[in-house]
């Protein structure tokens, strides 16, 4: 034991690198990350300001619990009913929206739910779980699944039964059963894009005011733990909301995808998307 | 079947152009695993020997402990040492998470109970009258397990194969304590589980591929020292 933690303290020695002052931990979702956005934003961040940032891509509903233990520092996340109870605790401060994509409802191209076209997402949720239709769920607490809940509870559904999956496990993964399984889900528009050609389940359900993947910024109270790195962390959340980010956001995934990915907000709220 | 193919070109492409995140990611595994691996050997074989040749009450215990230790989940060992180690957290002061180091540390929980746990069996293996032989040749107790490790070198440099082969690819630590930071903490398995979840089946094969091809070097490596002087 006392080898091991003569290691441990040579190890820290070594690294003046990790220095809490330098570094931001950055806890976020895995869609900032897959989509790629973070590639770019992070070493724009990184050269303007000399801070290293540490991106720990997990599903939202780790991200802010790491953050609301003072695990990070800034968090940017899409689960707006969660954030704001963290934001109502004091434990996350300064919510401030980023940018939006949108999520859709896929399925099977034969639909047996009949629901495609529906302009209302809820109705769509109804008529699947009315038919039994197979629907794959993430079933990990992500803000996509935080969503997926919020439409069937909206929808005076329990979703439960064989027909009812939960894949736990990340958008890509989850695409892949859907997929597999000839089942419906619901996904971020970025992470359906990017699968294209492993998953042949067109869009069903889009564009319902419901649907929107709202993105936010938050900085972390310095009292949920000792070695929050305040100053690091406001500087990234000023950062991703400057307009020169915002500008970066606006074309993001033009190149690879013909269509952007997000939809920049920064200075809108959230009544701007009841 | 075509995906594999891909992968394969891809791996080679890869490779043959030096892409440098690849190199850095190669490099990075081999690094970590290899501290991690050698590291498992200075705890791992004195408490092996120590084991093996002494007899304590409650050794029995401890033997089973060191064998279910060599069966430890990496995601088990991952969730304790990213607990430890939070700011929040027993080492907390030390700002080893999401580094290297943190996944050295980890690499090694899991890598020492299989050394020990193997050396352990190798030196047992080693016939008692052997030992009684050399003491009463007149060897001093260093002596006598100085040649019992020299006896027992090859099962012991199976002990390294298999601890290197349990870190180099093992996932789910390393993910956790390492974050899987691109240029920092991101090696081969956590960055073929990253590009899987993009939907890159190409690029995820031909890692698993560069992978499989460091674990078979480093094998090589390892048994030619094992078995050079015999064959």
Redesign the interface.
């Known amino acids: 034991m006392r080898?091991?933690l003569t290691?441990?303290?040579l190890?820290?020695l070594?690294?003046p690198a990790?220095?809490?002052s330098s570094?931001v931990?950055l806890s976020t979702t895995?869609s900032t990350?897959?989509s790629?956005l973070l590639?770019v934003l992070?070493p724009m961040f990184e050269k303007k300001t000399g801070l290293t940032v540490?991106?720990?891509?997990v599903g939202t509903g780790q991200a802010l619990a790491l953050a609301a233990?003072?695990?990070a520092d800034v968090t940017l996340a899409h689960a707006p009913s969660v954030e704001r109870k963290y934001v109502e605790e004091g434990k996350l401060l300064n919510r401030r929206l980023v940018m939006y994509n949108d999520f859709v409802i896929i399925g099977p191209p034969e639909d047996p739910a009949k629901i495609k076209g529906l302009p209302k997402a809820l109705d769509a949720m109804k008529r699947i779980a009315e038919r039994r239709s197979r629907f794959v769920s993430r079933g990990d607490k992500s803000g996509t699944h935080t969503l997926e809940l919020g439409l069937w509870k909206q929808a005076g559904v329990e979703p439960n039964g064989p027909w009812y999956i939960e894949s736990g496990q990340?958008?890509?993964?989850t695409l892949g059963i859907a997929n597999d399984r000839r089942a419906y889900t619901l996904t971020d528009r970025a992470?359906w894009l990017?699968?294209q050609?492993?998953v042949s389940l067109p869009i069903l359900v889009e564009k319902d005011k419901p649907l929107l993947n709202i993105y936010s910024v938050m900085e972390v109270n310095p009292a949920n733990?000792?070695?929050?790195n305040t100053a690091g962390g406001k500087a990234f959340a000023e950062f991703i909301l400057a307009p020169e980010t915002q500008a970066v956001i606006r074309t993001f995934g033009m190149d690879k995808f013909g269509q952007p990915l997000f939809v920049p907000i920064a200075g809108r709220t959230d009544a701007d998307f009841q | 079947m075509e995906l594999i193919g891909q992968g394969v070109v891809q791996a080679l492409r890869l490779l043959a152009s030096g892409d440098a995140e690849v190199w850095q990611i190669t490099w990075l595994s081999l690094g970590i695993s290899a501290t991690a691996t050698l590291?498992s050997l200075?705890?791992g074989i004195p408490l092996g020997t120590a084991v093996a040749l002494t007899r304590f009450p409650g050794r029995g215990l401890a033997v089973s402990l060191i064998n279910t230790g060599m069966g430890l989940p990496p995601v088990v060992v991952g969730l304790f040492v990213t607990i430890v180690l939070?700011?929040?957290g027993l080492?907390?002061?030390?700002?080893?998470?999401?580094?290297p180091?943190a996944m050295?540390?980890a690499q090694?929980v899991i890598a020492a109970p299989i050394v020990t746990g193997l050396t352990l069996a190798a030196i047992q293996q080693v016939p008692e009258k052997f030992r009684l032989q050399l003491l009463a040749l007149g060897a001093s107790r260093a002596q006598m397990v100085w040649t019992l490790l020299k006896e027992a070198r090859l099962p012991m440099l199976a002990a390294v194969m298999a601890g290197f082969g349990a870190v180099i690819s093992e996932v789910g630590a390393s993910l956790m304590v390492g974050?899987?930071?691109?240029g920092?903490t991101r090696v081969l398995t956590t960055a073929t589980v990253?590009e899987?979840?993009?939907?890159n089946?190409d690029t995820a094969i031909a890692l698993s591929l560069i992978l499989l091809l460091l674990m078979f070097l480093v094998n090589w490596a390892l048994t030619w020292i094992q078995q050079g002087r015999r064959a």
């Open positions: 080898t091991l290691l441990i303290a190890f820290a070594a690294g990790w220095a809490q570094t931990i895995t990350q897959d790629g590639d992070v540490k991106t720990i891509s233990r003072g695990e990340g958008m890509g993964q992470t990017a699968f050609k492993r733990g000792p070695r929050v | 590291l200075v705890v939070w700011r929040n080492l907390g002061m030390l700002e080893l998470l999401y580094t180091a050295v540390l090694l974050g899987n930071i691109k920092s990253l899987t979840s993009k939907g089946f």
